[in-house]
């Protein structure tokens, strides 16, 4: 942690004013019954609204859907965003960057737009085509398209009133899926990509105009190209001399960020390293500022007020892009406005979001990379079961964090974050004979879930560790006393945010196709909504005509692989996209269309392959392919196609497939440019060789990459 100089506003009486100020608008905001940002006031993802509440919400139901699916090819994608809601229209992003806007009261469309982009586009991408949201301001609606362009629409027509580039170099992987964020006068947009080997940076654009007012870098870059600002000199001291700046450093800023009116500062959550391990990136394993950071930025100059870095010399891909929530708590006696995140790592922080201070950091889950966070220092004491360089280690969190990009809520009426959990251990290890491969998952570390492994290799990596599990709850944890309050247990993998209301209620979608309400104070299930599509974004509400509704996108998508066992609702019926309003006293939820039963098709003849190839084959399937079309994991349906199983039509026209782009339109671009005809052959024979093996009931080990 780092408090700049420019930045010191300690008086006690500064404090309370700010304070007062904010309790003010806490209290304008609770007033309305607009959610005008995709978390609501402060990212706190809470609503004022207590029409629906723990003795009412058993009448909820069903009050219209809507069709948001947007597909190319055959495949349906994952719903992340939060809807906005404002003069009474709801406006909510999908896949690729289309936008939807909607009449809240009827669910009946207004306008809708779609830049129709090229299916090849995701194949750029770590995790899906996913988008997380617009921003509103001024009559006008933000989105990022997934090739890289920030567009700027007419509230009322869906119009283009402008559009721009916001990627510095269209020869790498940069995507766009994150939400733009509003900041006085400027809107603001990150970028993905550090999986493919990119730097990054956040851009402000004129909100009227869309002209360009700063970029901020999140890492140096190469020294001898010299400093686009003079942050950049101070964080290129925390990087090796022997730097590989050619892997771009990573730094994206892929979710999460958030404006304080208040203090006029934008905070930004900054990614993972690329590659990830941090002796690889940067042989003497320094900091490696502003990796897996928290920025205060002044979104007037775009300079930086102040940082705080969660994961010094991140080498887990720990990022700390996950959702960040303004709040104020009572300190010593005193209102203090703060800044909490549970991100990856596994600690829930509490800073000052004056300047950067923290206040407090504990496990929220279990972390073995680190013992404890040093108050004094604001550094992790890390631990020696965080140290793979040497061989495979057991790690908790797993690269997916103990809290991924799902919002969490906080609820200033009990004081309690809800928070979705990822409890789960993984085998961390180096990636064989690495090298750098531009425009690849340019990882240099492979990770393996404990379950996948042998007994008595797990028996080694377990010894003096904790039980390894694979758990996902919903848990209420008190940012005060860095405590949890209760949880509850929920299925499958990558449940959906939740949303906190002011009628004691907590709202969170689930794997298995279900809306749930909690009681808010203790954990209590009230309500249990069937809805047959997995939930992943988190929910809101809003009131119109003195009628209150929740709504929630639905769809899944967004895991690597997008494998879906028996038990998701994808795998029983089909995943388009839906937007669903609820309100008191409305009507059942109609399921979705079931799927067919999932059958075999017939093998072609087996492969006369070296094992030598075929272990090749599997090493360019992990790192070109895994990530889309999972790891042969058995009774398993997916989002794309299962290489495992392809009909022999696809056996025989694969080089066509993967050289020739000749599926380009159903999302699978041409390789060619990254890929050799050999190369594909060696990945065909891995695939075919790999289906007989787990048709004869081999265990077949997974490696599980991305966010």
């Excluded at 567009?151 to 559009?163: A, P």
């Excluded at 720990?318 to 709040?327: E, H």
């Excluded at 690269?399 to 928070?419: C, D, E, Q, R, V």
């Amino acid at each position: 942690m780092a408090l700049l100089a420019n930045h010191k506003k300690n008086l006690r009486w500064a404090w309370v004013l700010v304070a007062s100020l904010w309790s003010g608008v806490q209290a304008c905001a609770s007033q309305q019954s607009e959610w005008p940002a995709g978390g609501g006031f402060g990212e706190q993802y809470f609503s004022p609204l207590e029409q629906i509440n723990e003795q009412s919400v058993e009448r909820l139901g069903l009050a219209w859907e809507y069709d948001t699916s947007v597909q190319r090819g055959r495949v349906q994608r994952g719903m992340q965003a939060t809807p906005v809601m404002h003069d009474g229209v709801l406006f909510t992003s999908g896949p690729w960057g289309v936008v939807h806007a909607v009449q809240a009261a009827t669910g009946k469309e207004v306008w809708r737009f779609d830049p129709q982009l090229d299916g090849a586009w995701g194949r750029k991408t770590c995790c899906d085509v996913s988008n997380r949201g617009v921003a509103l301001a001024d009559g006008k609606v933000y989105v990022g398209q997934l090739d890289g362009y920030l567009v700027s629409l007419d509230e009322r027509t869906g119009q283009v009133l402008w559009k721009v580039d916001t990627l510095i170099d269209r020869g790498r992987a940069y995507t766009l899926n994150g939400a733009p964020q509003v900041a006085g006068d400027v809107v603001v947009i990150g970028n993905a990509g550090a999986e493919f080997g990119v730097r990054g940076y956040v851009t402000a654009y004129d909100l009227k105009t869309g002209q360009q007012r700063w970029r901020f870098f999140t890492v140096p870059g190469d020294p001898k190209n010299g400093y686009e600002h003079p942050e950049l000199e101070m964080a290129a001291k925390t990087w090796s001399k022997d730097t590989l700046w050619e892997s771009g450093g990573g730094g994206t800023v892929w979710d999460s960020m958030v404006y304080d009116p208040q203090l006029n500062l934008l905070y930004v959550g900054v990614g993972n390293g690329s590659p990830h391990p941090a002796w690889l990136r940067s042989p003497e394993q320094t900091d490696n500022l502003f990796l897996s950071s928290i920025l205060a930025i002044n979104p007037d100059t775009g300079r930086l007020v102040w940082y705080y870095q969660t994961t010094p010399g991140d080498s887990w891909d720990f990022t700390a892009t996950q959702p960040m929530v303004l709040a104020e708590l009572t300190i010593d006696n005193a209102p203090v406005p703060v800044l909490m995140q549970a991100p990856k790592n596994g600690f829930y922080y509490v800073l000052d979001r004056r300047n950067g201070k923290l206040l407090s950091a504990e496990k929220y889950v279990t972390a073995t990379w680190a013992e404890r966070v040093d108050l004094a220092s604001g550094r992790p004491v890390k631990s020696p079961q965080g140290d793979y360089s040497q061989g495979p280690k057991l790690i908790y969190p797993s690269p997916l964090g103990g809290h991924n990009w799902m919002p969490m809520a906080f609820s200033p009426a009990t004081g309690l974050a809800y928070i979705p959990v990822i409890d789960v251990a993984m085998v961390f290890s180096m990636e064989a004979n690495w090298k750098h491969e531009k425009n690849t998952m340019d990882w240099g570390s492979s990770y393996l879930p404990f379950f996948a492994l042998p007994q008595q290799a797990l028996a080694q990596l377990t010894a003096n560790q904790p039980t390894p599990r694979f758990e996902e709850y919903l848990m209420a944890w008190d940012p005060l006393r860095q405590k949890e309050v209760w949880r509850a247990p929920n299925s499958g993998l990558w449940n959906g945010g939740t949303l906190a209301t002011a009628g004691n209620l907590v709202f969170q979608g689930t794997t298995d196709g279900h809306l749930r309400a909690y009681r808010a104070t203790d954990g209590k299930l009230l309500k249990d909504i069937h809805v047959g599509t997995g939930i992943m974004a988190a929910p809101m509400s809003y009131e119109v005509d003195g009628q209150q509704y929740i709504a929630v996108l639905a769809g899944y998508g967004g895991l690597p692989g997008s494998q879906l066992m028996p038990g998701a609702a994808a795998y029983d019926h089909s995943n388009r996209g839906r937007l669903l309003a609820f309100k008191l006293d409305g009507g059942p939820t109609p399921l979705p269309e079931p799927l067919p039963a999932p059958i075999l098709n017939p093998l072609p003849p087996r492969t006369e392959a070296s094992t030598q190839a075929i272990q090749e084959g599997g090493r360019l399937f992990a790192l070109n392919c895994n990530r889309c079309h999972g790891g042969g994991l058995g009774p398993a349906r997916s989002n794309y196609p299962d290489l495992f199983n392809m009909p022999l039509g696809m056996h025989m026209a694969f080089e066509p497939i993967v050289l020739g782009g000749i599926l380009a339109d159903g999302g699978m671009a041409s390789f060619a440019d990254v890929l050799k005809v050999e190369q594909v052959q060696q990945i065909h024979a891995y695939l075919i060789d790999t289906a007989y093996r787990q048709r004869a009931g081999e265990a077949i080990a997974p490696s599980v990459r991305g966010h």
